[in-house]
Antibody, heavy 121, light 108 residues
């Protein structure tokens, strides 16, 4: 079965860190770019980060630059989102997403079920 | 940076009716790199349309996309009960690829 399974979410205090993981199965993981998209409670979709299939090129939304890092391990079929210096406005469900293409310029063809991150004191 | 504006914010229709959702871009969308996603309550989004008019795998043919340049439309020809959801457009091909704010399609 083709799927993406996120993990690593939870409740943290402002200023703390979390690392999200996304395990892919059912497709050739190394052939597709991957993204993280978040959705704050009751809000729309916000693109957070993306990474090319080879892991060399990444992008980050302005709202998370300097705090978040995206990486991938193609040998483990896993993409990561390292989130440092978390703020209350980072509270959201974080979705792992598969790109149609090898570069980060395709439509988002497969979504995970999401992992919830809550930043609160 | 392209900004996508969806209208209306909320659309109230009955099953069997035709739905027309709009997505307008602040600049011309390169190569019609425009996608539509459906999100039901409590679920992850799913891809419906990409390339402005190509249906994704498994999407029923009552869903169709059209448009070019700055104006795009998602049409649902005859609404089924399971179609009531929130719909987002997205311009891809740039990074980060922006989403519109969404249109909520609700049962009248």
């Amino acid at each position: 079965e083709v799927q993406l399974v996120e993990s690593g979410g939870g409740l943290v205090q402002p200023g703390e860190s979390l690392r999200l993981s996304c395990s892919a199965s059912g497709f050739s993981f190394s052939g597709n770019a991957m993204h993280w998209v978040r959705q704050a409670p009751g809000k729309g979709l916000e693109n957070v980060a993306g990474i090319r299939s080879n892991g060399v090129t990444t992008y980050l939304a302005d709202s998370v630059k300097g705090r978040f890092t995206i990486s991938r391990d193609n040998s483990k079929n896993t993409v990561y989102l390292q989130m440092n210096s978390l703020k209350t406005e980072d509270t959201a469900v974080y979705y792992c997403v598969k790109d149609l293409k090898w570069d980060t310029d395709g439509p988002f063809v497969l979504w995970g079920q999401g992992t919830r991150v809550t930043v609160s004191s | 940076e392209i900004v996508l504006t969806q209208s209306p914010g909320t659309l109230s229709l009955s099953p069997g009716e035709r739905a027309t959702l709009s997505c307008r871009a602040s600049q011309s969308v390169t190569s019609s790199y425009l996608a539509w996603y459906q999100q039901k309550v409590g679920q992850a989004p799913r891809l419906l349309i990409y390339g402005a008019s190509t249906r994704a795998n498994g999407i029923p043919d009552r869903f169709s996309g059209s448009g070019s340049g700055t104006d795009f439309t998602l049409t649902i020809s005859r609404l089924e009960p399971e179609d009531f959801a929130v719909y987002y457009c997205q311009q891809y091909g740039t990074t980060p690829p922006p989403f519109g704010q969404g249109t909520r399609l609700e049962i009248k």
